[in-house]
């Protein structure tokens, strides 16, 4: 396939060139080649063939608009370097050239600015350097960046001599030897993979940066280049670094990641590495790909993943093959036996034989054993990995049925060092999917929402990672409860089968709890667990996501709620393992998730939960006698600053008692002294201040004590977010004084806590008390953008409603993507409805939100209209929807 002629015609091109406006004409040839080449990407043609023809277009354009520069009597060479030197060239890379001084170089630099000029006139995106032989040697020998880029370097234009000095000059005998430029290269990628988790499963990946993207093969192709002197991979001929299988699957895979990569610059007119949701969708498009039993995105996705996979493992044994060529040449292998099937070399666990996995297939699982009982063992050697890999179809029904077999994955599973590394690459290498087929069934599998960050295959080892931590000393600064309640369970191995199966469930339909309970069971039952560690596992299951909901979605303050979870739990060793699971699992989400304020949620609830457990479920606690103990307590503070009992009595009159069961005595004091000494009930009372206490974690409190309207809530959610704060709880309080108590738990926007300031909470008050102070005016607010990633997903209003028959309230839980002015926007409805707020529950999942809203009429009854219920909550979704999609 060839472009049109005139385009690769230098001839027909000069022409052209000099009867025409030259930065016109270059930029109408530019546009032209696009087209083309875009053209020929949608009709089927390989994107390797496009990114090279587009790199010989632009040499070609640059050679023409360089040779009508007057660059006598200078010495100046023009060079290609990166992906440009590489030849490879996307729609919107960089094109990356190297202006390298002569002698005379000095003397060309004006006719060189307006080259550049030119050139960024037509619209080439260029990123150049100018240096002379030795400035590229000093500065090669300090940045092996640099210096890489050097190692790619192809003369355009201009004396090859000078080229040819600084390859002399950087080549390995000069500088970067072999050796060191292997460590530093792996070094760059340990870094670089750290920033991605080290995983190929983010769900919105780099195609060019995360691990199994296209720079782990530019890494191992310059490693090969400095050591071995070839230009490229293919060009390694010997099976010991890539047998014929492993060369097809370099082959493919890139191909594979440069057409995703080209496809990326195609649909978003610009140079982008990122798989973000919404080009995902496009490219699932582009490929023809339709919405089946998978959507077509995660079709695409599971694609996409399969290849980093294999690329990854690629990028290890080539890695680990050069470190035996590289770093232990010439070195007396370090061998010790462990046994008659494997032996250590140089840290590296091997096989004893090519056959050994054909003829014990047991090895299979013993490999992944031994690496989790020997800590001196740092990896698999490269040669065992390809026998694993060819071996794998020996785990079948009478491989899973074997008793040693699953002996075998019980062991790995108690191994004492690197649990999370040993399950890591048996997903790697396919083992845990083939042994365990409903494992095999989440791998790649996408979570598509909007706070998950990883497939459910690469969150359920991140899950498994975190509970190993919990058993981590280095663990207690950030999960100083997580990490004690982990280190007493009767058998840390039941954790990680329950952390294993929790999610295993998603993606078939159906509750996916249901679902990896039933599985749990049958893993349990089928490797010889007893009765009550089976039903502890399965439990564990089918309730992993219970703790979290009741700690943000119920009032955990008050006894009853406590009692009826406690009685769902049932004894303390269930809950120290759901505790457990779910700090694990919420970490294993998405990082985002955990704060100090979700932490302290879970923890009051265990802890009130233990009480009540070891209190005895049958002597609930009595909720008027905590009302009056937190009313004693909270009179005494008071009693020490001059207040009376009858006074007291008196300022408290009307207060229901939610507001004495929620709000630490502490806070009562703060609240009651600042609202005697406020002598003008018509103007709201504003106070705010840092606490750190355990029941709200270091959230900024905001108490406002103001004459109850239907417009409050809208008013103080539209100043808060005027504030640029969020919301993470909200306690209305409704005195029969026709007075309202409302208590704000506030962090910043992006989640951290506010700076202990004193000039900030000041400022805090003021805007509020000012905004309060006429409430009748409507709030302006900003002018929010719907966020990217919600906008990248079709995700509607959810709404329900329940009767709490105890309190006289109904429940309204609403489930829709976060957006700035939410709460706000919601308060204006339940005005225009008549309904009034008694409490508010907030629960943030990344980018969507959960809330609960206590609500009732303007009498405080419970809605009992089914009408008014339905078109309150059709107005909601109507409008919220409408919102989001603007």
């Known amino acids: 396939m060839l472009l049109p002629a005139d385009m690769f015609d230098a001839a027909l091109f000069k022409v052209k060139l000099d009867s025409e406006n030259e930065i016109q004409c270059c930029k109408a040839a530019i546009a032209s080649t696009t087209q083309y080449l875009h053209q020929q990407f949608l009709s089927g043609a390989h994107a390797r063939d496009l990114i090279r023809q587009r790199a010989v277009f632009v040499d070609t354009l640059l050679g023409i608009l360089w040779d009508r520069q007057n660059w006598e009597p200078s010495e100046l060479a023009m060079v290609a370097v990166g992906g440009y030197g590489r030849g490879e060239l996307h729609p919107h890379s960089d094109v990356d050239l190297l202006f390298l001084l002569g002698d005379n170089g000095e003397d060309c630099k004006d006719v060189l600015s307006g080259f550049l000029t030119v050139l960024w006139d037509i619209g080439l995106n260029i990123g150049h350097s100018v240096r002379d032989v030795t400035d590229c040697v000093e500065q090669a020998a300090g940045d092996i960046t640099i210096l890489t880029n050097l190692m790619e370097a192809r003369l355009i234009r201009g004396p090859e001599y000078l080229m040819q000095q600084v390859r002399e000059l950087t080549g390995p005998d000069k500088m970067w030897s072999s050796q060191n430029f292997f460590q530093a290269k792996l070094q760059e990628q340990t870094t670089r993979h750290t920033k991605f988790a080290d995983t190929e499963y983010n769900l919105e990946p780099n195609v060019k940066s995360s691990p199994g993207g296209l720079r782990d093969l530019q890494i191992i192709g310059w490693i090969a280049e400095r050591h071995f002197g070839v230009e490229s991979l293919e060009k390694i001929t010997a099976e010991e670094f890539l047998n014929p299988e492993e060369m097809a699957i370099l082959t493919t895979g890139r191909d594979f990641m440069w057409q995703v990569r080209y496809a990326l610059h195609m649909?978003?007119?610009?140079?982008?590495?990122?798989?973000?949701?919404?080009?995902?969708?496009?490219?699932?498009?582009?490929?023809?790909?339709?919405?089946?039993?998978?959507?077509?995105?995660?079709?695409?996705?599971?694609?996409?993943?399969?290849?980093?996979?294999?690329?990854?493992?690629?990028?290890?044994?080539?890695?680990?093959?050069?470190?035996?060529?590289?770093?232990?040449?010439?070195?007396?292998?370090?061998?010790?036996?462990?046994?008659?099937?494997?032996?250590?070399?140089?840290?590296?666990?091997?096989?004893?034989?090519?056959?050994?996995?054909?003829?014990?297939p047991q090895a299979l699982l013993e490999v992944f054993l031994l690496c989790g009982t020997h800590e001196e063992i740092t990896g698999i050697a490269a040669p065992t990995i390809r026998l694993i890999r060819d071996s794998r179809s020996s785990i079948d029904d009478t491989f899973r049925a074997d008793k040693h077999n699953k002996q075998t994955f019980l062991e790995i599973l108690r191994s004492p060092h690197e649990l999370t590394s040993q399950l890591r690459r048996m997903t790697r290498y396919g083992i845990l999917g083939d042994y365990l087929p409903e494992f095999g069934r989440i791998m790649g599998q996408m979570q598509h929402d909007l706070f998950h960050t990883y497939t459910v295959d690469a969150h359920t080892l991140e899950v498994i990672k975190n509970t190993r931590r919990f058993r981590i000393p280095d663990a207690e600064d950030r999960f100083p409860v997580s990490s004690r309640v982990a280190r007493r369970l009767r058998k840390i191995e039941l954790l990680y089968i329950a952390a294993l199966y929790h999610d295993i469930g998603k993606?078939?339909?159906?509750?996916?709890?249901?679902?990896?309970?039933?599985?749990?069971?049958?893993?349990?039952?089928?490797h010889g667990l007893d009765q009550k560690d089976t039903e502890l596992v399965v439990w564990l299951v089918r309730n992993h996501l219970l703790m979290s909901a009741v700690s943000q979605r119920k009032d955990i303050s008050d006894p009853e709620v406590i009692q009826q979870f406690a009685e769902h739990v049932g004894d303390e060793e269930h809950l120290d393992y759901l505790f457990t699971l779910t700090v694990a699992d919420i970490n294993g989400t998405n990082p985002t998730l955990w704060n100090a304020w979700r932490g302290s949620l879970l923890r009051q609830l265990y802890t009130e939960t233990r009480r009540a457990l070891r209190r005895g479920l049958d002597n609930p606690i009595d909720k008027e006698a905590v009302v009056a103990k937190a009313r004693e307590a909270s009179a005494e503070i008071l009693e020490g600053r001059g207040f009376t009992l009858e006074e007291l009595t008196e300022l408290w009159q009307g207060r229901t008692e939610d507001y004495f069961l929620r709000e630490r005595s502490e806070d009562i004091a703060w609240h009651t002294e600042a609202i005697a000494g406020h002598l003008e009930c018509?103007?709201?009372?504003?106070?705010?201040?840092?606490?750190?206490?355990?029941?709200?974690?270091?959230?900024?409190?905001?108490?406002?004590?103001?004459?109850?309207?239907?417009?409050?809530?809208?008013?103080?959610?539209?100043?808060?977010?005027?504030?640029?704060?969020?919301?993470?709880?909200?306690?209305?309080?409704?005195?029969?004084?026709?007075?309202?108590?409302?208590?704000?738990?506030?962090?910043?926007?992006?989640?951290?806590?506010?700076?202990?300031?004193?000039a900030r909470l000041a400022h805090i008050k003021e805007h509020l008390s000012k905004n309060l102070a006429n409430i009748s005016e409507e709030l302006t607010h900003p002018n929010w953008h719907t966020p990217r990633k919600m906008k990248s997903f079709v995700v509607p209003t959810e709404t329900s409603m329940s009767l709490d028959e105890v309190k006289n309230v109904s429940?309204?839980?609403?489930?829709?993507?976060?957006?700035?002015?939410?709460?706000?926007?919601?308060?204006?409805?339940?005005?225009?409805?008549?309904?009034?707020?008694?409490?508010?529950?907030?629960?943030?999942?990344?980018?969507?939100?959960?809330?609960?809203?206590?609500?009732?009429?303007?009498?405080?009854?419970?809605?009992?209209?089914?009408k008014l219920c339905n078109a309150l909550q059709r107005t909601i979704c109507d409008e919220l929807d409408e919102q989001a999609a603007s």
């Open 682 to 758: 018509d103007v709201p009372l504003v106070l705010a201040r840092n606490s750190v206490e355990s029941s709200v974690a270091n959230t900024t409190q905001i108490f406002i004590h103001a004459r109850s309207n239907a417009k409050l809530f809208s008013s103080i959610c539209a100043s808060l977010e005027q504030l640029d704060l969020s919301v993470h709880d909200a306690r209305i309080y409704n005195a029969n004084d026709g007075m309202s108590l409302d208590t704000f738990f506030v962090l910043d926007s992006d989640g951290q806590p506010i700076a202990e300031d004193g």
């Open 507 to 526: 993606g078939r339909g159906g509750d996916h709890s249901d679902l990896g309970a039933v599985d749990a069971e049958r893993f349990c039952r089928e």
């Open 811 to 866: 429940v309204l839980e609403v489930s829709t993507p976060d957006r700035p002015g939410l709460l706000a926007h919601l308060g204006r409805i339940f005005m225009s409805f008549n309904v009034e707020l008694q409490a508010v529950k907030i629960q943030t999942l990344g980018e969507r939100v959960e809330d609960v809203f206590f609500i009732t009429d303007d009498q405080q009854q419970a809605l009992t209209d089914p």
């Open 267 to 360: 649909i978003t007119n610009r140079e982008e590495d990122r798989l973000l949701f919404d080009h995902q969708r496009e490219i699932a498009a582009l490929w023809g790909l339709k919405d089946g039993d998978k959507l077509a995105v995660e079709q695409f996705m599971q694609t996409y993943y399969r290849w980093a996979l294999a690329l990854g493992q690629l990028n290890e044994v080539l890695i680990q093959n050069f470190d035996q060529a590289i770093l232990r040449q010439n070195m007396e292998d370090d061998i010790s036996t462990l046994n008659d099937r494997f032996h250590v070399r140089n840290g590296y666990i091997e096989a004893s034989s090519s056959d050994l996995f054909s003829k014990h």
